[in-house]
């Protein structure tokens, strides 16, 4: 997914100046609090902070006016219009030079918690683009999908894991507008994937984070024409979401409260949590019980089952002694390589051969994650490279890649009730390069592992918009675990 804010058919003609429709630099829809900044310069001229407003569903913000709006959220399929005021409007089919700058924070991914009642730190997102644009009034075509795809094999009781997939794997298409919910989920019937279906709420629920009646009738309908299954119910849990402070114990418990009431009515039988705080979990598991609920905290990358973070996780599930309580397994935990498809990502960004073979050189160190990006960060500083020139990339490369060897999930593996089966490509022999799948099928199986395997493909975090087809790899991937695990043989 490119990192922009704006596209190809982002420069609209508006009776004031000019608009630009912009897209959520992110895939997960966020809250207008989290935009820090905003700047706009058109034929080299910078647009005055005064001159520019922010459009979102009929209300129009001044600039200073967004970080107070934390309870407005920017859906992910939400395309606002940002209006430059000028003596003279552009007109339809005009050639413009547009630049934008724009700093955003992610307010579900905490560095540190706040202070003395003061906001956290957060891992930010920056975005600098130019583009040379036409004056348009109407959003860009999708691209035709390919349709002719043979079906896959039927699934069998011998097979030991059930698949399906998480929607999130189509996060750039369905941010783009290609497909609406109805279209997407017959994107992935038709191509055969399934039966497991899996969301986060951030990302597809339009009243995020309330469950509402229209998309629950939707939801059900979608199911019962394809035929699919309720696998996994995914929670953020936006700690920043206020500029000023962090969420208190009781706004982090309402909140949960929310995403457990929207699991219910969508029938879910898991959510995968973002916090496994002892004293939110003992205020939450009266409700999971009551709702037979599931919770599932998420081990990602860079942590493996055996990570201190992990660990206190484990003890806290030991003190609480609930069989409701387990953890999601991540594979982007358990990598032996940088992806590819990141390489690329970071290469077009600017950075040269050397820089990412230092990159890698110091991903595979056994240091910190804080450590290794502030050592790279380090690095490009001293070779006067911008870090913002990669985005989020400077630390999502860390924080996103772990190398975990894969046989430590065997330590928990009774405790693992949904797998994401992360991956970022698959290659021409049907690999994928980066995570070893016959090896976590072996793991898997070998350890009696019987839930869902839910592909996750988060290519989209460094590929192009249109640059791949990512429900056919999807395909590709469901085709080679159905092939590593109908090949493994007890010994």
């Known amino acids: 997914m490119p990192n922009g804010l704006i596209a190809e058919d982002s420069l609209r003609?508006?009776?004031?100046?000019?608009?630009?429709?912009?897209?959520?630099?992110?895939?997960?829809?966020?809250?207008?609090?989290?935009?820090?900044?905003?700047?706009?310069?058109?034929?080299?001229?910078?647009?005055?902070?005064?001159?520019?407003?922010?459009?979102?569903?009929?209300?129009?913000?001044?600039?200073?006016?967004?970080?107070?709006?934390?309870?407005?959220?920017?859906?992910?399929?939400?395309?606002?219009?940002?209006?430059?005021?000028?003596?003279?409007?552009?007109?339809?089919?005009?050639?413009?030079?547009?630049?934008?700058?724009?700093?955003?924070?992610?307010?579900?991914?905490q560095i540190a918690p706040g202070e003395d009642g003061g906001p956290g730190m957060y891992v930010p997102n920056v975005v600098r683009q130019t583009l040379a644009l036409t004056a348009t009034d109407r959003d860009a075509a999708p691209p035709v999908q390919v349709s002719d795809v043979s079906p896959p094999p039927p699934a069998t009781d011998a097979d030991p894991f059930h698949l399906g997939l998480t929607l999130y794997s189509a996060s750039a298409e369905f941010r783009a507008g290609w497909f609406d919910f109805d279209g997407l989920l017959d994107r992935v019937a038709e191509l055969g994937i399934g039966p497991g279906i899996e969301i986060v709420a951030s990302q597809v629920v339009p009243t995020y984070p309330v469950v509402g009646d229209d998309f629950v009738a939707q939801w059900r309908a979608a199911f019962d024409r394809h035929g699919f299954t309720a696998s996994?119910?995914?929670?953020?849990?936006?700690?920043?979401?206020?500029?000023?402070?962090?969420?208190?114990?009781?706004?982090?418990?309402?909140?949960?409260?929310?995403?457990?009431?929207?699991?219910?009515?969508?029938?879910?039988?898991?959510?995968?949590?973002?916090?496994?705080?002892?004293?939110?979990?003992?205020?939450?598991?009266?409700?999971?019980?009551?709702?037979?609920?599931?919770?599932?905290?998420?081990?990602?990358?860079?942590?493996?089952?055996?990570?201190?973070?992990?660990?206190?996780?484990?003890?806290?599930?030991?003190?609480?002694?609930?069989?409701?309580?387990?953890?999601?397994?991540?594979?982007?935990?358990?990598?032996?390589?940088?992806?590819?498809?990141?390489?690329?990502?970071?290469?077009?960004?600017?950075?040269?051969?050397?820089?990412?073979?230092?990159?890698?050189?110091?991903?595979?160190?056994?240091?910190?994650?804080?450590?290794?990006?502030?050592?790279?960060?380090?690095?490009?500083k001293g070779r006067d490279f911008d870090p913002g020139r990669l985005g989020a990339f400077a630390h999502l490369a860390f924080?996103?890649?772990?190398?975990?060897?894969?046989?430590?999930?065997?330590?928990?593996?009774?405790?693992?009730?949904?797998?994401?089966?992360?991956?970022?490509d698959i290659d021409e022999s049907g690999e994928e390069p980066a995570i070893d799948y016959p090896e976590h099928v072996r793991v898997f199986v070998e350890n009696g592992y019987r839930g869902y395997w839910s592909s996750e493909w988060e290519g989209h975090a460094f590929a192009e918009l249109g640059e791949v087809d990512p429900l056919l790899l999807v395909r590709r991937q469901h085709d080679l675990i159905r092939s590593a695990m109908r090949a493994w043989q007890p010994a």
């Open 232 to 380: 996994s119910f995914g929670a953020n849990l936006d700690m920043g979401r206020r500029r000023d402070r962090d969420m208190t114990p009781d706004e982090e418990f309402e909140f949960s409260k929310l995403m457990f009431e929207g699991a219910k009515k969508l029938g879910f039988p898991l959510v995968r949590i973002q916090s496994a705080k002892p004293e939110l979990l003992r205020r939450l598991l009266p409700i999971a019980e009551r709702d037979n609920l599931t919770l599932a905290y998420e081990i990602h990358a860079p942590m493996g089952p055996n990570a201190d973070p992990i660990m206190k996780v484990r003890e806290t599930y030991a003190e609480l002694d609930s069989p409701l309580l387990g953890f999601v397994a991540d594979f982007s935990s358990t990598m032996h390589a940088m992806s590819p498809t990141l390489l690329r990502a970071v290469a077009r960004a600017g950075l040269d051969d050397e820089a990412i073979d230092t990159l890698q050189r110091i991903w595979a160190t056994d240091a910190s994650m804080r450590e290794r990006q502030e050592e790279f960060i380090g690095y490009l």
């Open 399 to 424: 924080n996103m890649h772990g190398h975990v060897d894969p046989r430590e999930w065997a330590d928990i593996m009774p405790q693992i009730k949904h797998v994401h089966a992360k991956f970022y």
């Open 13 to 109: 003609v508006h009776p004031d100046g000019f608009a630009l429709s912009l897209t959520l630099p992110w895939y997960r829809s966020l809250w207008l609090s989290s935009v820090s900044t905003l700047q706009v310069w058109i034929d080299g001229e910078q647009v005055p902070a005064d001159d520019l407003r922010f459009e979102l569903d009929g209300t129009s913000y001044a600039l200073d006016e967004l970080p107070e709006q934390s309870d407005t959220l920017w859906f992910l399929q939400r395309h606002p219009l940002l209006v430059a005021a000028r003596e003279t409007p552009i007109t339809l089919g005009d050639a413009h030079e547009v630049t934008i700058f724009g700093m955003l924070r992610l307010p579900y991914m």
